[in-house]
């Protein structure tokens, strides 16, 4: 069965998937299998120190899969002192997109001049992560070509305002969202996927749940320990919903879908198959689904 939604159009890949932004492990070894599954891979650019070496990345990354993939800019805001702020990252911005990438993403802080940038360049698209309606409604007034919301059961970075993944993506058209709309925080299998889907969103980003597969590139036991985590343990909960994650790059409510650690490929085509299921289980007969 195909796939297409106003994502897929212009991300042009086999499914409205997206990997979501990593500080330290989003490189080319965890991107490009997401893309050769048909989702889009993403390169986060604040994991190299020089311009060479991010440029040297983008080269690699197209050795290893001729499929599309992404770079995301995580933007400081006022004060942050391990990300970049904008302005020290449009020299990045030209890199990526001088090597022919098509899709930037931005998160976490203001990102206008970089999506003027894209926009220079024809067939490149912008799309905004942030984590509240009131940042997604001003990215949009800037002119983001699509934005994510991360929903308060997701991880990455967090607002005191922010809200759950179902109210953000229910709510954003009668808030004023009218470009295409990623569902982010809290979404681990088929279920979740479809649910995205049916509440509003053109698209999926998956963070923490791609950590439980064997190309994410984490030492020690890291891994098993996220398969034996308890996802409805108290402390744990409170770090998610009760604002003291802050933005510590920890793993999200979507723990509780790593039950074993398994390649991207099994992972994303096991989503798409058992979406398929589901939808001709309650009686979709086409050949492709579309959320237009
Ligand atoms: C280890 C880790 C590192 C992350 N680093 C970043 C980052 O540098 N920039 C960013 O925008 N989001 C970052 N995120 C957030 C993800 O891109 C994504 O928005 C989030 O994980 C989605 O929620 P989920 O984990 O519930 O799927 C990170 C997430 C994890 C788990």
């Known amino acids: 069965m195909k796939w297409k939604t106003r994502i897929t159009e212009m991300t042009k890949t086999e499914f409205p998937i997206i990997q979501g932004a990593f500080a330290i492990f989003g490189k080319r070894t965890f991107a490009a299998p997401v893309s050769e599954a048909g989702g889009l891979g993403i390169i986060t650019a604040h994991n190299f120190q020089t311009a060479r070496a991010f440029q040297k990345e983008l080269k690699k990354m197209k050795e290893l899969t001729q499929k599309p993939f992404g770079v995301n800019f995580s933007i400081a805001p006022p004060g942050h002192t391990r990300l970049v702020p904008e302005e020290l990252l449009l020299d990045y911005v ?28 024809q067939g490149c698209f912008w799309f905004h992560k942030c984590a509240t309606m009131k940042h ?6 800037h002119g983001a070509d699509a934005v994510t919301i991360v929903g308060l059961e997701g991880t990455g970075f967090k607002n005191p305002l922010q809200n759950t993944t179902l109210i953000n993506m229910t709510l954003a058209r009668k808030a004023g969202i009218t470009v295409p709309l990623i569902a982010a925080g809290g ?5 979740g996927f479809l649910a995205a889907l049916a509440m509003g969103a053109d698209a999926v980003c998956f963070g923490t749940k791609l950590m439980g597969t064997t190309e994410f590139p984490a030492r020690g036991n890291f891994k098993q320990r996220l398969v034996e985590m308890d996802s409805f343990n108290e402390d744990f909960y409170k770090k998610i919903y009760h604002g003291k994650l802050r933005d510590s790059p920890i793993a999200s409510m979507a723990v509780g879908f790593i039950d074993r650690i398994i390649s991207i490929k099994e992972f994303i085509d096991g989503v798409m198959i058992e979406a398929e299921k589901i939808l001709r289980a309650w009686g979709f007969s086409g050949d492709t689904f579309t959320t237009f």
Do not use: F, M, N, P
């Open 187 to 191: 979404i681990g299998d088929a279920r």
């Open 136 to 141: 997604a409604l001003a990215a949009q007034r």
């Open 94 to 121: 030209d890199i990526a997109l001088d090597e022919g990438v098509k899709i930037i993403t931005t998160s976490a802080y203001k990102a206008a001049e970089i999506g003027k940038k894209v926009h220079a360049k």
